[in-house]
């Protein structure tokens, strides 16, 4: 019996996407951020990319010649005036730390043992970082430094065969992180944290693994938004929880597994999309591209 039509989106975007990343080496997008000039810094396999606010002209590139040689999740955070970025040569199992202004020079630079996972930066300037799991540890950290001077990471948070993966600072008081059990499979337990900026300790952990209203599959992005956050997961979900922890609504759905990060703009998501489409031809093809979705409720797929 012949499957009936998928209900997905599943064509390549043209029409809709803010900005196509794949013609410009951006290819495999994990990260995105805005300066105060509205334009768009891109994390990609690719490299950094800096783009004009409406996303058609690169400014600034810092390419990879190799982008199948880095890790997954590379970062950018802008801080003020300056762009945090992070990437990891797969194999080096070497994170590379850089600081730049806003014309791209480098500042600062360093090298971190693993691979990082996620940053965040607070607005009193601490910077939060975690690491891929590395294989066979059991024991897991979250690393805090300081814009002002970034040269020793503190074992800021750990936890024992719980790993913390996506961050959000919600203020300069409260960090979110979402925590996975080891090992990290379909089956792992899964919550959102509320730790104490300052001291680490835990103040509230809610949600739990599923794929129903108010549960978490493998948050990808996590974003403060009004008094709460926004979490993006594998299934396409953009959730909106208070600092409560309730679900207060889905804001936002696209395909499951497109969507990488995402930054949030004028009561939109703006997301790094990277998957199979089918072009105009019929073809299927990798494509890499940027995507605004409106936090009203707004859908790709069928619900």
Not at 183 to 210: R, T
Request: aromatic content about 10%; glycine content about 8%.
């Amino acid at each position: 019996m012949a499957e009936p039509p998928s209900k997905t989106s599943n064509h390549q975007r043209v029409e809709e996407m803010m900005a196509h990343l794949t013609p410009k080496g951006a290819t495999i997008p994990y990260n995105l951020a805005f300066d105060s000039d509205n334009c768009i810094w891109v994390a990609s396999k690719g490299g950094l990319f800096k783009l004009n606010p409406e996303g058609d002209k690169v400014l600034v590139e810092n390419k990879n010649i190799f982008p199948k040689k880095f890790a997954p999740y590379c970062q950018v955070v802008i801080h003020g005036n300056k762009v945090i970025h992070a990437q990891c040569e797969d194999v080096a199992d070497i994170t590379e730390f850089r600081i730049l202004d806003l014309e791209g020079n480098i500042e600062h630079e360093q090298f971190i043992d693993g691979k990082i996972q996620s940053l965040a930066v607070s607005s009193n300037g601490a910077i939060f970082l975690t690491k891929q799991p590395a294989k066979g540890a059991d024991e897991f950290f979250i690393y805090k430094t300081s814009i002002d001077v970034p040269l020793g990471w503190d074992e800021f948070a750990s936890e024992f065969d719980l790993c913390y993966q996506s961050l959000c600072c919600l203020d300069d008081s409260n960090l979110v992180a979402a925590t996975c059990s080891i090992p990290n499979n379909i089956y792992s337990k899964q919550n959102i944290v509320i730790l104490d900026a300052e001291s680490g300790k835990l103040k509230k952990k809610f949600s739990e693994a599923g794929k129903e209203a108010g549960q978490i599959y493998f948050p990808r992005s996590i974003q403060s938004y009004h008094d709460g956050i926004l979490v993006l997961d594998k299934t396409g979900r953009i959730q909106h929880f208070g600092r409560d922890g309730n679900l207060i609504a889905e804001s936002a759905r696209i395909d499951a597994y497109i969507g990488n990060g995402f930054v949030v703009r004028n009561d939109e998501a703006v997301i790094a999309c990277s998957g199979i489409v089918r072009a105009a031809d019929g073809e299927s093809i990798c494509d890499d591209w940027i995507e605004a979705i409106k936090l009203d409720g707004s859908f790709w797929t069928e619900l």
